[in-house]
């Protein structure tokens, strides 16, 4: 197999299918939730939580057997069933229209996989094996989220407005910038926003600049 090719799929306000609603459609559904899409859900059986997220509005669910024309106009879609004629449908329906189906735990029926994710605010660490051992993925998140603290998603706001002063200083110097950024991140910068706080590693960010 050849080697996947990496990307983060901007989903807000786009329909995404999931077909499922068991512990496996409910896991994916809560992971779903978080990135805007227009969540529509086809089972012919649902879990509580999953109801709940109906009568709130956050999804639209149908409790009904998989249809083919389901996938129609949908940016992606997830299956997650025990039944591998459903799953197959699903696969073969998201073929036939061009559309991107993963199935939940069946590497032959997925055009893309769901990766492992750290996720620190706009910091995103993701970790796929191509299906191969989705435990390992878990294993390898668990690890790194013990590297990466949730401070680092207000130190990542700190470095938007870092990015932005460095545009104002070097607005047709690509490469000064870059060169600046990463020289920042080779600092103790971190630990100081960590022990002192935004303001403080802030003015710290500045008097590197002027040493620039």
């Given at each position: 197999?050849?080697?996947l ?7 807000n ?6 077909v ?19 969540l ?7 879990e509580d939580?999953?109801l709940?997220?109906?009568g ?7 409790q009904?057997?998989f249809r ?18 459903v799953?197959?449908?699903?696969s073969?329906?998201g ?9 939940a ?28 051992s989705?435990?390992?993925a ?25 990015r ?11 490469k000064q ?15 100081t ?20």
């Amino acid at each position: 197999m050849k080697p996947l090719f990496p990307m983060f799929v901007n989903l807000n306000d786009h329909p995404v299918l999931v077909v499922g609603a068991g512990k496996v459609g409910r896991m994916k559904i809560r992971r779903l939730l978080d990135s805007g899409a227009r969540l529509t859900v086809v089972a012919p059986h649902a879990e509580d939580e999953v109801l709940q997220w109906a009568g709130e509005g956050r999804i639209h669910l149908e409790q009904r057997p998989f249809r083919d024309e389901d996938v129609e106009g949908k940016r992606i879609v997830i299956c997650a069933t025990p039944d591998r004629a459903v799953n197959e449908a699903v696969s073969h329906a998201g073929q036939k229209r061009g559309v991107l189906v993963n199935v939940a735990d069946v590497p032959d029926l997925c055009d893309f996989y769901m990766a492992s994710v750290v996720r620190r605010g706009r910091l995103q660490v993701a970790f796929s094996t191509q299906g191969a051992s989705p435990a390992l993925a878990r294993r390898l998140r668990e690890r790194f989220e013990e590297e990466f603290p949730p401070s680092y998603e207000g130190f990542l706001e700190l470095m938007v407005r870092f990015r932005a002063e460095l545009r104002r200083r070097w607005p047709k110097d690509g490469k000064q910038r870059m060169d600046r950024a990463i020289a920042l991140l080779d600092t103790e910068i971190f630990a100081t926003y960590e022990e002192k706080g935004e303001d403080t590693a802030w003015q710290a960010m500045l008097a590197f600049l002027d040493q620039a």
